[in-house]
Every structure is written in C-alpha cells, then in structure tokens.
C-alpha cells in the first residue's frame, strides 16, 4: 500500500533554533518527492521537488535530503522564524505523476 | 492576482443539497488537480484535469461526485446530493507542465470549506 508517514506530528522550537522533520515512504513505484508548506487556512506552498535521483535541495533556509535506497526524506530549518509556524507536508508521486500521496504533516510551532 | 482561485471560501450546504466548488488556475496553466483534506488528515487526490479532459479520476467517488474543467471558465468540482460526511476542505492546484515531468510544482488555491448541516 503506498503510504506517507512523517515524524513528528508536532514540534516545539525556539526561535533561532533549527530542526529537521522526517518522512518514510513505500510509494511504488517512484517518480518525485516535494515538502511543501501549510499555513493555517491557506493552501500548501511548494518548498522543494526532488527526483529519485537527487540528494538534496535548497529553498533559502529548508534544505531537503532524499535517500531513494532506504526511501527517507528529511527537511532541515535553519535559524528558525516565528512566520515558520505552519504545518510540514511530505508529498511523493506515483510514477505516471499524476497522483501526489500526502503524509499528514508535522505541525511546527517556533515560539519567542 | 496570479494564483490559483478558489471560490467560494466556504460554502454551508443542508443534507441532500448540491455543491459546486469551482477553481480558476493560474494564468497559463491547463492541468488542474482537485483534492479533499478532512480534519486531523493528509491531502488526499480526487481528480486530474486538462482541457475538457479527464486524466485520472481514480480517487474520486464513483457516486455523486463529478468535475469539469471546459474549454472556457474556470474548473468545477460538483457534489450531488451532499451528506455530512461530505464536509471538508477541497483544495484545487494547476501546474503548467505535464505531470510526468517530474519537477513541475503543484500551485494550490487556498481551498473551499464545506459545511454540511
């Protein structure tokens, strides 16, 4: 069964602080990876789309990895801000890519 | 603004009513997503649309729901005969390219809340 588990579900951090969200899949067959972000109300926003055949991606302070062999993907936060408060989506594709499988989130809270 | 539009933001529907959602993707883009996210649950896929086309429909209902995407206007998703457990946020994306690029970024609209009383 193609599933999105990610870890934690929610996390508490200190501004300035930086923290890395975790996320394992099964989808199989595989064609790309994406980490968006969800504020509260609002639609996912895009952070970043990787191919089974990159390592990692930047978008300003997220930086994601992808390991395609254990199927583990990891999103990094560097010098976290209060607006990073939102909710953390792991998002694979099948292969045709017309279907994304959604992991349920983990929910971030950067406190002052 | 050039985002995804989703209207209306939310929209309260007694049982055995119908629901139109629609979604208006961003300028230039022909391929349009449709999808249901219920409280405390991932985004979950319903439909995907070109032009007047259906791609794939595989996570949609086979009952009650049916989405559009014409020639001209924006895209509708439609709910027949609503029940309660109908209630949810829909979100809609479009993308530019085709989606066995790999590396084309789903836009998404900010989503419809449905009420079902």
């Known amino acids: 069964k193609n599933q999105v588990e990610q870890s934690p579900q929610s996390l508490i951090i200190l501004e300035g602080k930086n923290c890395t969200l975790q996320?394992?899949?099964?989808?199989?067959?595989?064609?790309?990876l994406r980490w968006y972000k969800q504020d509260t109300g609002r639609g996912p926003v895009s952070l970043t789309i990787?191919?089974?055949?990159?390592n990692t991606k930047s978008n300003g302070r997220y930086t994601a990895t992808l390991d395609a062999d254990t199927k583990q993907s990891s999103l990094h936060i560097t010098a976290s801000q209060l607006s990073d408060s939102a909710s953390y989506i792991c998002?694979?594709?099948?292969?045709?890519?017309?279907?994304?499988?959604f992991g349920k989130g983990t929910t971030l809270s950067v406190s002052s | 603004n050039a985002g995804v539009m989703q209207n209306p933001r939310h929209l309260v529907r007694r049982r055995g009513q119908e629901a139109r959602l629609r979604c208006s993707p961003m300028?230039?883009?022909?391929?349009v997503y449709w999808y249901r996210q219920l409280p405390e649950e991932g985004l979950k896929f319903m439909v995907y649309?070109?032009?007047?086309?259906?791609?794939?429909e595989s996570g949609m209902p086979k009952e009650r729901f049916s989405a559009e995407f014409p020639k001209e206007g924006p895209s509708i998703l439609r709910i027949q005969q609503v029940v309660r457990g109908d209630s949810a946020a829909y979100f809609c994306?479009?993308?530019?390219?085709?989606?066995?690029?790999?590396?084309?970024?789903?836009?998404f609209g900010d989503g419809t809340r449905l009420s079902i009383l």
């Open positions: 996320c394992n899949y099964t989808v199989s067959p595989f064609s790309n």
């Open positions: 998002v694979v594709s099948n292969q045709a890519g017309t279907a994304l499988i």
């Open positions: 990787m191919t089974f055949s990159e």
């Open positions: 300028k230039g883009h022909s391929h």
């Open positions: 994306a479009s993308s530019g390219g085709t989606p066995r690029s790999g590396n084309q970024p789903q836009h």
């Open positions: 649309l070109q032009k007047e086309n259906i791609i794939d």
